[in-house]
């Protein structure tokens, strides 16, 4: 076929982008990825976009820019659903529309609806319409869906992950050994890891001093580790979180993200809310970080969240509320959007980590002189 | 058990007059005001949208007098109103107020069922449930019908101010007023004073339609009262987005799969393919339809950070530029300053009249071939000369 489909590196590339990349090229179309965020693109969002989109939105605009004069068609998706009788949020819903009214002189949007709120089906039923759009027959197109998905199974979907945008992605090849290293040992499926042993008293940080080789799973820990909250597209994206999970190695600070925790875990976790989240993101973050928090993993959470995100404000403002009522676990929310200063955030950050790390080394201390 | 609810616009004659008839306990926060804004904002996290403060706001005058129970419409998203009732109840209970919240929602038959049993003592009350809710649908209809019948009239009073004294006293007799019945006695009597209001024969308004999200669109005091206050500048406003409405077409045609009038969304289609949530699909459906029935101009309104909304917001240029309608956006939050607020809508009606005086200048030139010209093209003004 030959032609040339852009994927902005925004948003769901960091969570479909194997999935994609895998179903485009059986489909003999050549992908080419945007640029990872830089100041340029962050710059030409903002300014394309409207104000009161989060950041993550103007960011998208500002890839699509920086696809729109190399590729015969870029993918904006209309992702309304991807789980059953969830959504995603209200402006994935409307990307495309907002895309086609508010940027100039694009190459053709493929902007099929993804809808699997009701049936799982519905994938299959946009990777059709996709295949027709570039010229593929119908038993092509499935036969790609097939292929891609078979690639993207649940179980590998951390693997792909980390080694798609990881390596190639975001975190250059340099520091890719390095990341490798801290996720291979966070990223651990739980059935690969050792079943707990200790006892429950043991099953939390180790005091200073006491020597933790009888304690082989890494549960009675040396390193500090703290849940980092947050949609992927913020998370991984080095240049709009700061680097966050870099400064948090550069700290000796080990991390777990919601796509280090089993399905089964949040599912768990999410299914004793009273009522249940209609969002997809809403649901993984709160069950992750109450698994976190429940397995004693970590010491701290870092909810990164953009400003304006309506999700993060309900999901986040909840997961507060429930970690602090049950488990007394420290929390912290760093807002970041365009007018972010990194000074700022790493303050905020560092004085964070000095107080799990005081709070561990004092807990159970208690002062002689009253 | 004493039930309270929040405020929407006039809602709560609707609520209450079914609350009388059952039979229930029940207490009507205060009006919204500064102080429920401000009780709000001090106990909700602070990136959530503005309707949930005042919410909350509602709920803790309630508490203050008396009220333990509250009763809550729910949904199931994409929008963030349907996660409300679960983060009342987070928010009241970390903040020390003991309060049950029931969330009234279709999405299951049973429980809502249920639910009802829980707040309707008896029996012999929930047979006569259904003929009670007919009533109440009646109401919401009429209530709606009195707001728009009170937009008409503001515009064209020759007496200022009649309209106001009208509206408001029902406003107030409703609070005082029990059951459906005599409500609906209230309804009429209030639509005939209305119809008697004596209107200026030569009165041509502008026509402005509000479009945005529905709390700040009905509800007078989170919009600073901006339909009354067009009235008073002497335009006429409308608002296609109504309690009635939300009520037959959500929780009446939806769960019965009625075919449902779906103009707004064949209005939006150009623009807007999808179904995303709150009322994206209205706001720029129903700018497009009052741009067709020649409206002068819309106003939308939304609170911060609304995420329909802003999907919206991002769409109306382009049906600005494409059906030639001025569009004026207004965002809300609890930061939102009055003043700085109307001199915007008044600059924008300012630019409306004097966009109007332009236009039948125009048309005047066309026929007369005399005067000031410029350049036409399928009778618009291109360029002046």
Known sequence: MGVKIGIPRSLFYYRFAPFWEMFFAALGAEIVFSDPTNKRILDDGVKSCVDEACLPIKLFCGHVLNLKDRVDYILVPRLTSISKNEYICPEFGGLPDMIRHTLKGLPKLIDTEVNMRKSARGGLKAAVEIGAMLGAGRRRTTEAFRLAAQDFRKDSFYTEFKKTVMKNGNLDQAEALKAEAILSAVGQKSENRPQMECQKGENRPRPKGQKSENCPHGVCRKRLRVGVIGHPYTVYDRYISMDLLRKLTDHGVEFRTIESVDEADINRHASRLAKPMFWNHGRMAYGAALHMAESGEVDGFICLSSFGCGIDSFVNDLIERHVRRRFGIPLITMTIDEHSGEAGFNTRLEAFLDMLQWRRQNEGHISASG | ?385
């Open chain 2, 1 to 385: 058990m004493k039930v309270t609810f929040p405020h929407l616009g006039n809602t709560y004659i609707c609520v209450k007059s079914i609350l009388d008839d059952i039979g229930i306990d029940y207490i009507i926060p205060p009006f919204n005001n500064k102080r429920a804004l401000e009780l709000g904002t001090r106990y909700s996290p602070e990136m959530v949208c503005l309707p949930l403060k005042i919410n909350i706001g509602n709920y803790i005058q309630a508490y203050e007098m008396g009220a333990d129970t509250i009763i809550m419409a729910g949904g199931c998203g994409p929008c963030r109103f349907g996660y409300y009732s679960q983060l009342h109840r987070e928010i009241l209970k970390d903040a020390g107020f003991e309060m049950e919240v029931i969330t009234l929602e279709g999405t299951d038959i049973k429980d809502l069922v249920s639910k009802i049993r829980r707040v309707v003592p008896g029996g012999s009350e929930l047979m006569r449930l259904p003929s009670i809710l007919l009533r109440a649908v009646e109401i919401a209809k009429r209530a709606d019908g009195i707001e728009m019948l009170a937009f008409r009239t503001r515009a064209r009073e020759c007496e200022r101010g009649t309209t106001d004294r009208i509206y408001n006293g029902f406003r107030e007799k409703a609070l005082v007023t029990k059951g459906t019945r005599n409500i609906l006695k209230l309804l009429d009597e209030t639509e005939a004073r209305l119809k008697a209001v004596r209107l200026d024969p030569n009165a041509d308004p502008l026509r402005v339609g509000i479009v945005g999200e529905i709390y700040t669109g009905i509800e007078h005091f989170a919009s600073f009262d901006i339909q009354h206050r067009l009235g008073r500048l002497g335009v006429e406003a409308d608002r296609k987005v109504t309690v009635s409405n939300w009520i037959i077409e959500h929780m009446i045609k939806k769960p019965l799969r009625l075919p449902r009038d779906m103009a707004f969304a064949k209005a939006a289609k150009p623009w807007l393919g999808a179904m995303i949530g709150g009322h994206a699909r209205e706001t720029v459906g129903n700018t497009a339809i009052y741009a067709m029935s020649g409206y002068d101009g819309v106003i939308q309104i939304f609170p911060f950070s609304c995420m329909p909304e802003i999907v919206a917001e991002s769409l109306l240029p382009s049906v600005e530029r494409d059906l030639g309608i001025p569009v004026l956006t207004l965002i809300i939050d609890e930061m939102t300053g009055e003043a700085g607020y109307m001199t915007r809508v008044e600059a924008f009606i300012d630019m409306l009249e004097k966009r109007r005086e332009n236009r039948e200048k125009q048309r005047e030139n066309v026929t007369s071939k005399t005067g000031e010209s410029g350049t036409y093209k399928k009778g618009r003004l291109v360029s002046w000369n």
